[in-house]
């Protein structure tokens, strides 16, 4: 077993309970058919990719979704269909947290965007902790205009954070994004959304 130093955490699917299939059947209800093309769950496709990679302000995002759409829909109810995936971060995950702080330098990289971010910010808000408390570092893909499973997000967090590949556990909900971090060197834990994220893991760490 390797002996790490690194722990990186995916957010929506590992930490973040989602419901996607919420968000494309609210989409469907104002008139976006067409959402299943690029809403996968994972890695988004499309415009809603440019979007979290930051080609795509806020402002410009929710013109293309009336665009798409065909409806002359409010902010607010573009808004709340977007978010509608966004679900919880479990209590038991926030403690896992302050747990391998502890003793490991946990990171978050997320494929999200400015939306998303800001609804999930005081999720985090725990026992006094913020966001920024859990982690030595957060990595945003619409902050950073990279995407996972492209390499170079990999290895700008490798840079940025000077982590030594060997020494750095990736945990993910895509098995795409696991293969990506692998070619790295970056050891990977493909997790299940819904299983107990702390067993698992106690596979991987002492």
Not at 52 to 69: D, N
Not at 164 to 181: G, K, M, Q, W, Y
Request: charged fraction near 30%; hydrophobic fraction near 40%; glycine fraction near 6%.
């Amino acid at each position: 077993m390797r002996q790490f130093k690194n722990i990186i955490f995916d957010l929506g699917g590992v930490l973040l309970d989602l419901d996607i299939n919420r968000c494309m059947t609210e989409f469907e209800k104002v008139g976006l058919h067409d959402i299943r093309r690029w809403m996968t769950g994972t890695n988004e496709l499309g415009f809603l990719k440019e979007y979290e990679c930051g080609g795509l302000t806020t402002l410009q995002f929710r013109e293309k979704i009336r665009e798409e759409a065909g409806r002359a829909l409010s902010d607010g109810e573009i808004d709340r269909v977007w978010n509608s995936m966004l679900k919880e971060i479990p209590e038991y995950k926030l403690e896992l947290l302050l747990t391998l702080r502890k003793k490991y330098h946990l990171y978050l990289l997320s494929n999200t965007n400015d939306l998303h971010w800001n609804v999930c910010i005081p999720k985090f808000e725990y026992r006094g902790f913020r966001v920024n408390d859990f982690f030595t570092h957060v990595f945003l893909s619409y902050q950073m205009h990279q995407a996972k499973p492209d390499i170079a997000i990999f290895q700008t967090v490798l840079k940025e954070a000077k982590l030594v590949p060997e020494e750095t556990l990736f945990i993910d909900d895509s098995l795409e994004n696991c293969r990506a971090a692998a070619s790295l060197g970056i050891s990977v834990f493909h997790y299940v959304p819904g299983d107990d994220l702390e067993m698992q893991l106690l596979k991987f760490i002492d």
